[in-house]
């Protein structure tokens, strides 16, 4: 297939109310065959397992790329210099970013747009906004600048704002909207990195303030706690959220995400932690033993798997460094990876790295 027409195929997928098993794997694998053509990296890898366009029969056997090998080589069907738009990662290796290379932003939009009213904006049209995270204009490689971008172009009333400036959160301002919410009665939402909500408990506690919401009102966090100055147990946070802002747990959302994704996974409410998690029909989870690669029964935990749709450019599916358990239909997110665990990732970018480096067959 042609690159145009497999994005025609997947707008027509995500505006969808559902997909089939059997669809599912019939475009994961048309889309298998495309990056295994025009994905080199991603070639001499499957190769290198086994794994070809013949052999492949399901969305399963597809081999998972591990996220850290988008900071050692371009995984990308198209030159990087055609993108519309790439994506940095976070860097927490030596300095290192990898970069996601999407030559047009329709269908990550559209993954965006379409889950987030299922799942944050359910049957709200729109609603006022504070974002406490920087603009797309000031991180335009960001991934969560374009994502909240969108949630407030989207979703937000003309007067929804930035709340975040150069010295931090805008207290000022943000104490005048939660003010005016609770005069008002409209429901407000606050959106934004779960450390800036860390900062703003700190904030809101030093000069002893809290804020009852109006019903309606809701939470959205995203990214954790990693590297920040203070951790956080999550059922404290959710708990210092509901307690300062006047919103309860149900109304207090996490956005799981990842700069290789072009899909969002969400919980619905965080009055049990952790909160079961789920993505849209176009992205599947499967939870698999860091060494051998086999999936585990439910209930058992192992290295989280996505294979998503919406990553027609560069790979569907990514080994993250997660580790989850299968609960029904979704899954729980139980921490990063350690030991055991960690060594299986470790061997799978080593796996990567050797294979992308070695002569194409």
């Known amino acids: 297939m042609e690159q145009q027409q497999i994005i025609n195929q997947l707008l027509t997928i995500l505006q969808s109310d559902s997909l089939s098993d059997e669809e599912f794997n019939r475009n994961a694998l048309q889309l298998f065959a495309y990056q295994y053509t025009n994905n080199l990296p991603f070639r001499k890898f499957c190769q290198q397992k086994g794994k070809t366009i013949r052999t492949v029969k399901s969305w399963k056997d597809i081999p998972a790329v591990p996220i850290n090998a988008f900071k050692e080589v371009d995984l990308t069907c198209t030159p990087t210099e055609e993108a519309e738009r790439y994506f940095m990662t976070s860097g927490t290796t030596q300095g290192v970013k990898g970069k996601h290379y999407h030559p047009t932003l329709q269908v990550w939009n559209l993954s965006m747009k379409t889950y987030f009213k299922q799942r944050f904006m359910k049957e709200t049209e729109k609603i006022r906004m504070g974002i406490l995270f920087p603009t797309e204009e000031e991180m335009p490689n960001s991934s969560l600048a374009r994502y909240l971008a969108l949630a407030k172009q989207e979703f937000g009333t003309e007067e929804s704002h930035y709340l975040l400036g150069e010295n931090g ?193």
């Not at 919401?213 to 999550?234: A, H, R, Y």
């Not at 919406?310 to 997660?322: G, K």
């Open 169 to 361: 959160i805008e207290l000022e301002r943000l104490i005048q909207e939660l003010e005016q919410a609770e005069r008002s009665g409209e429901p407000y939402a606050l959106l934004g990195a779960s450390f800036s909500f860390v900062h703003l408990f700190e904030e809101l506690e030093n000069i002893g303030r809290s804020f009852q919401l109006p019903d309606g009102s809701k939470i959205l966090d995203t990214g954790g706690f990693k590297n920040q100055s203070k951790e956080w147990e999550l059922d404290d946070f959710y708990h210092e959220l509901s307690r300062l802002l006047g919103v309860p747990r149900k109304d207090c959302i996490n956005m799981y995400g990842m700069t290789e994704l072009s899909s969002q996974l969400y919980d619905s409410g965080n009055e049990q932690v952790p909160s079961v998690k789920s993505g849209p029909h176009w992205l599947k989870t499967r939870i698999i033993h860091p060494l051998t690669g086999e999936e585990v029964s439910e209930g058992e935990r192992g290295v989280i798997v996505h294979c998503d749709l919406a990553n027609f450019n560069s790979v569907t599916t990514i080994l993250t460094e997660d580790i989850g358990m299968k609960v029904g239909e979704g899954f729980l997110l139980l921490g990063r990876v350690q030991g055991t665990e960690a060594k299986g990732c470790s061997i799978a970018v080593e796996e990567f790295i050797k294979a992308a480096t070695e002569p194409a067959q």
